[in-house]
């Protein structure tokens, strides 16, 4: 009985450590790689200098007031102008442009609200008939691509990620009509797809159940 007890509070123990443990080292690491972005002024005009002490997140709050002033700046007349020229200069170089593109376009529909990008949880027969996986809609394809497979049925742009790896995954077209949209939540989505469905959302976790309906069972 003592042994079980003991076993029981080491668990519970560990389900507090673990979470919050992962959360403050990946924290850290934020702040650490934020800190390491003050190395690019010269030492002499580095705060640890200046201060003759180190003070930690530091580059966090420098990092976040960069972001703000240059927020504020490309508001302006001026900025406008600049980031265009930078822009100009960025589109000659071929390599280099196709990346900056592409990274631009993401960060847009992403923080700019500009498209439905991640905003619609769906779920998709894949990677056969019969399995289904959890998708974000990333938008419609191209008229060229919508052309090649066929006008008829509009095609959907929708993003498949790994489980435990959300960063990486796959993307996939599929018919409008084969996508069956969720309720739930982005943030509730990668919660699922991140823990490989052992955290599944509270609303819906006391109706889900493995066995089959008594009515489908009928013969």
Do not use: W
């Not at 959360?23 to 800190?35: A, E, H, P, R, V």
């Not at 580059?59 to 265009?84: D, E, W």
């Amino acid at each position: 009985m003592l042994k079980k007890k003991m076993k029981r509070i080491f668990l519970t123990g560990l389900a507090v450590v673990i979470p919050a443990g992962l959360t403050i080292y990946i924290l850290s690491l934020i702040i650490g790689m934020m800190d390491r972005l003050l190395e690019i002024v010269p030492e002499m005009y580095q705060p640890d200098t200046l201060l003759k002490f180190h003070i930690p997140g530091l580059g966090v709050i420098v990092t976040v007031a960069l972001i703000f002033i240059c927020g504020l700046l490309t508001t302006s007349y001026l900025g406008k102008r600049l980031v265009g020229f930078g822009e100009y200069l960025v589109g000659k170089i071929p390599f280099v442009r196709s990346i900056y593109q592409a990274i631009k376009r993401i960060a847009e529909s992403l923080l700019m609200d500009k498209a439905q990008s991640f905003k619609n949880v769906v779920l998709v027969e894949y990677p056969r008939r019969g399995v289904h996986s959890i998708g974000f809609v990333t938008g419609m394809p191209n008229g060229e691509v919508q052309q090649k497979l066929g006008v008829e049925k509009p095609r959907v742009g929708v993003f498949i990620p790994l489980a435990l790896t959300p960063y990486s995954g796959f993307f996939i077209m599929v018919p409008r009509e084969e996508l069956i949209e969720l309720k739930m939540s982005v943030e509730e989505a990668f919660t699922l797809i991140i823990s490989a469905g052992i955290v599944t959302p509270r609303e819906r976790s006391d109706t889900f159940s493995l066995k089959p309906d008594a009515k489908e069972t009928r013969p």
